[in-house]
């Protein structure tokens, strides 16, 4: 499982690095970001340092106040799991 982790987690880093407002994809993000909530007592101190800087990333894109798009509406969706982590 451990390789699992770790591999979404790179997925998410990723996909928030080059996030687009208008890709229409976001919603494939928020079901992969609800899985690292669910599985997030599996990751080492360096792996959860990372998903607490990607998630640091979304937060941002959310304040940013993109213009209302399904992408947009799924990172405030992301924003809300992340939330509820804290």
Not at 15 to 32: C, K, M, S
Not at 37 to 66: F, G, M, P
């Amino acid at each position: 499982m451990a390789s699992q982790v770790l591999k979404n987690l790179k997925i998410y880093e990723v996909y928030i690095q080059y996030w687009d407002p208008d890709a229409n994809d976001t919603f494939l993000l928020v079901g992969l970001r609800g899985w690292l909530h669910d599985h997030a007592d599996e990751l080492n101190v360096a792996q959860a340092k990372r998903l607490r800087a990607t998630d640091e990333q979304v937060l941002q894109l959310v304040a940013q106040n993109h213009e209302e798009t399904e992408d947009t509406v799924d990172l405030r969706l992301i924003a809300e799991i992340i939330k509820l982590r804290r």
